[in-house]
């Protein structure tokens, strides 16, 4: 069993930033894949970035592309998202994911839902115009 809490969350006006932590507690957090994905009111959830184990493949969705940064620290058993220029779209519940059956070959991290199977609760990310 891998629990996953999410901090970080918060209201900002658009244009500032936030950092999403998510902490694992797990001793093999080093080879699990993990994501954040985001769900607003009426949508879907979606992925916004996930980071394979090693850290060196990415997955960004094009709405957050050059705006958010996936990160890692397999010390800590923390994944981050750094949040900058945030727009009020943004605004959703921001949830941490962790693929623990993770193809060590694989280079690309899952995008979709079903590929990861723990789940953090969310924090709250709200972007005021």
């Known amino acids: 069993q891998v629990q996953l809490v999410e901090s970080g969350g918060g209201l900002v006006q658009a244009g500032g930033s936030l950092r999403l932590s998510c902490a694992a507690s797990?001793?093999?957090?080093?080879?699990?894949?993990m994501g954040w994905f985001r769900q607003a009111p009426g949508r879907e959830r979606e992925c916004v970035a996930a980071?394979?184990?090693?850290?060196?493949?990415?997955y960004y969705a094009d709405s957050v592309k050059g705006r958010f940064t996936i990160s890692r620290d397999n010390a800590k058993n923390t994944v981050y998202l750094q949040m900058n220029s945030l727009k009020p779209e943004d605004t959703a519940v921001y949830h941490c994911?962790?693929?623990?059956?993770?193809?060590?070959?694989?280079?690309?991290?899952?995008?979709?839902?079903?590929?990861?199977?723990?789940w953090g609760q969310g924090t709250q990310v709200t972007v005021s115009s």
């Open positions: 980071l394979s184990r090693t850290g060196s493949g990415t």
């Open positions: 994911a962790a693929d623990t059956d993770y193809d060590p070959m694989r280079v690309v991290p899952g995008t979709t839902t079903n590929e990861y199977d723990y």
């Open positions: 797990s001793r093999t957090f080093s080879r699990y894949g």
